[in-house]
């Protein structure tokens, strides 16, 4: 399962949500404003709280808005 | 009139009058997420934790009225936000601070304080004037918040002292803290 970390009001976690959307992929959002666990995942992969953190395996991530990596990292699974 | 004349709304949900600020030093600001343009969280904190101790406080007031609307080209915006978390000074609720929609206290900030340019020196300063003349140039006319961040200075006796744009950093904005304290 593809999980989005993100928070609302970030147009850019919106961005990847819509973009999987359109792939018809789904994936799970995990919030690091609302959810205290989710945060401390995020931070535990990626290090930081810097979002849209997309990862299936929570070991290979894309941080951001990139199409390409989004892709790589879909292809990967 | 005063800013202690104005309520603001806090993130549970209540309904705050200003006055409970009556003789400290503020600087409302209306934020927004890190998300590339004009990060500003972290020099804010860092006037808060300076001044806190001699009566200074930060009022956040996000605001999703600008989100998703970044200026400059793509590859000039990283792609990602970064979460505010650790930020200690006072974030209020949600709510609109441009248009007809504005909080009243906005709507009384800026008729107190007009809009007086960008600071074209700032490295974001003709890109955000651009970005506005291209996209919103309603956004340019009157005195309403232009965009994210911009700051108006209060002092102990509740005036609006000062407005400061998007393109002041709070760093800069100290000694005009300092002064007030």
């Not at chain 2, 709304?9 to 209306?30: F, M, P, Q």
């Not at chain 2, 956040?60 to 793509?74: R, T």
């Not at chain 2, 700051?151 to 100290?174: H, Q, S, W």
């Given at each position: 399962m593809v999980k989005v970390y993100s928070f609302e009001g970030c147009p850019w976690c919106t961005k990847v949500k819509n973009y999987l959307k359109a792939r018809g992929v789904e994936y799970e959002t995990r919030d690091i404003e609302l959810s205290d666990e989710a945060r401390a995942e995020c931070e535990k992969i990626s290090?930081?709280?810097?979002?849209?953190v997309t990862t299936i395996d929570g070991k290979n991530f894309v941080l951001g808005f990139d199409k390409r990596k989004i892709d790589e990292l879909l292809a990967s699974a | 009139m005063s800013v202690y004349d104005f309520t603001a709304t806090t993130k549970g949900g209540a309904e705050k009058s200003l006055?409970?600020?009556?003789g400290k030093v503020l600087l409302i600001v209306n934020t927004a997420s890190k998300c590339g343009f004009t990060p500003q969280f972290d020099e804010l904190q860092k006037l808060y934790t300076t001044y806190k101790d001699r009566g200074f406080e930060v009022l956040g007031f996000p605001c999703n009225q600008f989100a998703g609307q970044e200026p400059g080209s793509n590859d000039e915006v990283q792609q990602f936000c970064k979460f505010n978390?650790?930020?200690?000074f006072t974030v209020f609720g949600k709510g609109d601070v441009r248009g007809e929609t504005a909080q009243p206290l906005f709507k009384y900030l800026t008729a107190q304080k007009k809009f007086e340019g960008f600071d074209m020196n700032h490295p974001v300063g003709p890109k955000l004037l651009e970005a506005l003349q291209q996209n919103f140039p309603e956004y340019l006319e009157g005195d309403g918040i232009k965009w994210n961040f911009t700051k108006f200075l209060i002092d102990r006796n509740g005036e609006v002292v000062a407005r400061f744009e998007p393109t002041t950093t709070p760093a800069a904005i100290a000694p005009a803290i300092e002064k007030l304290l």
């Amino acid at each position: 399962m593809v999980k989005v970390y993100s928070f609302e009001g970030c147009p850019w976690c919106t961005k990847v949500k819509n973009y999987l959307k359109a792939r018809g992929v789904e994936y799970e959002t995990r919030d690091i404003e609302l959810s205290d666990e989710a945060r401390a995942e995020c931070e535990k992969i990626s290090g930081d709280l810097t979002v849209p953190v997309t990862t299936i395996d929570g070991k290979n991530f894309v941080l951001g808005f990139d199409k390409r990596k989004i892709d790589e990292l879909l292809a990967s699974a | 009139m005063s800013v202690y004349d104005f309520t603001a709304t806090t993130k549970g949900g209540a309904e705050k009058s200003l006055a409970d600020y009556r003789g400290k030093v503020l600087l409302i600001v209306n934020t927004a997420s890190k998300c590339g343009f004009t990060p500003q969280f972290d020099e804010l904190q860092k006037l808060y934790t300076t001044y806190k101790d001699r009566g200074f406080e930060v009022l956040g007031f996000p605001c999703n009225q600008f989100a998703g609307q970044e200026p400059g080209s793509n590859d000039e915006v990283q792609q990602f936000c970064k979460f505010n978390y650790g930020v200690t000074f006072t974030v209020f609720g949600k709510g609109d601070v441009r248009g007809e929609t504005a909080q009243p206290l906005f709507k009384y900030l800026t008729a107190q304080k007009k809009f007086e340019g960008f600071d074209m020196n700032h490295p974001v300063g003709p890109k955000l004037l651009e970005a506005l003349q291209q996209n919103f140039p309603e956004y340019l006319e009157g005195d309403g918040i232009k965009w994210n961040f911009t700051k108006f200075l209060i002092d102990r006796n509740g005036e609006v002292v000062a407005r400061f744009e998007p393109t002041t950093t709070p760093a800069a904005i100290a000694p005009a803290i300092e002064k007030l304290l």
